[in-house]
């Protein structure tokens, strides 16, 4: 089977730092990705992982462990325009996403 | 280098109509994913098509159905439409099929059956 769980919603603060943690039982792994999607508005790509790691992208980090099924997504310095959905997403062998329900970010003033 | 474009953007139809979507990828890209997008079931795989061929198939029924022409651009057909099937449908571009490469989602186009 596959299953891909995150928080349904997180609250944080204007300038802090929040973790977005993702985890997954999948049938093949080739890659996780996040995606921002805004109210309304298409997903647009965050960052990709496929060796376990940090990978660093300005105030976006991603975090990969295989071995575990797990990953999370960092946010540091928050912004208002922050307030997003996230996704978490797994790519099978063959191409497939898998998709997790998304974690409802709202960041407060 | 423009992005991925979908028609229309919004469409209303009732129940038993069909509708036909289209996306156009990024140029060069050749792999085509349609996915669904509701409130309860988020965002799900419906088929990708690559070099005019169907790659992967989710688990939707007969009634989802699509295609790729030669110059990629994409069209997903949804026959006896019910009130379920009200959605936002996004497609996704790539550079190949089944590979590591990004997705890259177009606006959508948000379907409403009534």
């Known amino acids: 089977g596959q299953n891909i769980d995150q928080p349904t919603e997180m609250t944080a603060t204007e300038g802090a730092i929040v973790q977005i943690n993702c985890t997954y039982q999948?049938?093949?792994?080739?890659?996780l990705f996040w995606y921002q999607q805004h109210a309304g508005e298409a997903p647009t790509f965050l960052s990709y992982?496929?060796?376990?790691g940090l990978e660093e992208k300005g105030r976006f980090s991603s975090f990969l462990s295989r071995s575990k099924g797990y990953s999370y997504l960092l946010l540091k310095e928050l912004q208002m325009k922050d307030s997003a959905s996230y996704l978490c997403a797994v790519r099978r062998p063959g191409g497939k996403l898998i998709f997790g329900q998304g974690t409802e970010l709202s960041v407060k003033p | 280098k423009a992005g991925v474009t979908q028609t229309p953007r919004y469409l209303i139809k009732t129940r038993g109509q069909q509708v036909t979507l289209s996306c156009s990828p990024i140029?060069?890209?050749?792999?085509v994913s349609w996915y669904q997008q509701t409130p309860g079931q988020g965002l799900q795989f419906l088929f990708e098509?690559?070099?005019?061929?169907?790659?992967n198939k989710g688990n939707f029924p007969g009634r989802f159905s699509g295609r790729q022409f030669s110059n990629s651009r994409s069209e997903m057909n949804v026959s006896t439409l019910e009130l379920g099937d009200s959605a936002l449908y996004l497609c996704a571009s790539g550079l190949s099929s089944g590979g590591t490469d990004t997705q890259y989602f177009g606006p959508g186009t948000r379907l409403t059956v009534l």
């Open positions: 999948t049938s093949g792994f080739n890659g």
């Open positions: 992982n496929v060796l376990d």
């Open positions: 140029s060069g890209h050749r792999s």
């Open positions: 098509y690559f070099s005019e061929t169907q790659r």
